[in-house]
Nanobody, 124 residues
Framework: QVQLVESGGGLVQAGGSLRLSCAAS????????MGWFRQAPGKEREFVAA????????YYADSVKGRFTISRGNAKNTVYLQMNSLKPEDTAVYYC?????????????????WGQGTQVTVSS
């Protein structure tokens, strides 16, 4: 049974930083790409960032490019999302997800497992 547990969310002022973590268990972590998504109230879940199985390839949504960094520690079965220069429009529940493939993907339906989400609130 795969489990993904996010942590690190919270309340931060605009311009601040947060680091999200997602601990995975249940299958060989290093075999699969990982992604971060977010969902704001009244909006659909959207892609934020993805990373390949090795960490050698990453991809970002245009809205976060240059501000967010995705990384992974395969020895710790953990994926991270460093969020800098946060804006009020970044406010959302952030979810990590594990893909069924080694290469990164932006498509929600190509992710097999999802965490429960962590709230990020950015005040203006």
């Amino acid at each position: 049974q795969v489990q993904l547990v996010e942590s690190g969310g919270g309340l931060v002022q605009a311009g601040g930083s947060l680091r999200l973590s997602c601990a995975a268990s249940g299958r060989t972590f290093s075999n699969y790409a990982m992604g971060w998504f977010r969902q704001a109230p009244g909006k659909e879940r959207e892609f934020v960032a993805a990373i390949s199985w090795s960490g050698g390839n990453t991809y970002y949504a245009d809205s976060v490019k240059g501000r967010f960094t995705i990384s992974r520690g395969n020895a710790k079965n953990t994926v991270y999302l460093q969020m800098n220069s946060l804006k009020p429009e970044d406010t959302a529940v952030y979810y990590c997800a594990q893909s069924g493939r080694v290469g990164f993907t932006v498509a929600l339906n190509e992710y097999d497992y999802w965490g429960q989400g962590t709230q990020v609130t950015v005040s203006s």
